[in-house]
């Protein structure tokens, strides 16, 4: 299960698995990025609406075995601030100190988490091997979807720290605009200096139409080609399932 060779089937997407040393590294938001309010949501949730896409479609629309491995537990559905942080173990997170502290979320999520906050939302994790593997898919409007995808990590955050129970550990973090997958994409990964394999993320993060997709792979196994093809076929299940 190197760079290629992902097999995938109907009901799953990538969401960050918090794991030995990356807890935390995806999907968690934190005092670095606002709450968002409840205006934010609102809108989020009235734009997710127009598009008619409801968290029980979201999740039919997942991806449910990844190298013919079953999802790890049942797909998780709601507003997208709930999913993430009942799928990335945020509250187990929650003695993390990150520094800088506006990367708590700008580094690590891939796109800016209070515009789709919240909108309707589906995740599901996977454990294949020594690697984990989680999918997200969140419905929301062309506009919401394009702002969400618009933003670029800041440059102070291309290199940060975390601190977890007296250890300091200092991350890479790289993004790359991708294409193949829906109508934009791009590509993130966190890699923790002089760190094991097994720390090593990738994320893909796409918008289609009428919703966004994340997808993650944690672990030895993670690379930008794995993620990639992950994320076309998840894409591809995705579209013709919500359209």
């Known amino acids: 299960m190197g760079g290629g060779g992902w097999k995938v089937a109907a009901g799953m997407v990538i969401l960050p698995i918090a794991v030995a040393g990356v807890a935390g590294v995806a999907g968690c938001s934190g005092s670095g990025h606002p709450a968002a309010t409840a205006s934010v949501r609102t809108s989020a949730a009235k734009a997710a609406a127009v598009e008619g896409i409801t968290p029980a479609m979201l999740k039919r629309a997942l991806l449910t075995r990844v190298n013919g491995v ?7 559905s709601g507003s997208y601030a709930s999913v993430v942080q009942a799928s990335t173990g945020k509250q187990a997170a929650g003695g993390v100190q990150v520094s800088p502290k506006a990367c708590t979320v700008a580094a690590t999520e891939g796109f800016d988490p209070t515009v789709l906050a919240g ?16 999918e997200v898919l969140v419905a929301t409007s062309g506009k919401a979807a394009a702002a969400a995808l618009a933003g670029r990590i800041p440059a102070a955050c291309a290199r940060y720290q975390e601190k977890v129970g007296g250890k300091t550990i200092t991350y890479n973090v790289t993004e790359q605009a991708v294409t193949g997958v829906g109508k934009q994409a791009k590509v993130l990964n966190v890699r923790a200096v002089g760190g094991a394999a097994s720390d090593n993320l990738w994320s893909l993060i796409y918008r289609g139409s009428g919703f966004v997709g994340t997808v993650t792979v944690i672990g030895p196994n993670a690379s930008a080609e794995a993620v990639q093809e992950l994320g076309q ?5 995705a579209a013709k399932t919500l359209s």
């Open 119 to 134: 909108a309707p939302a589906a995740a599901v994790t996977f454990r294949v091997a020594a690697n984990g593997v989680s």
């Open 70 to 76: 079953a999802a790890a537990a049942p797909a998780s």
């Open 233 to 237: 076929q998840a894409y591809a299940f």
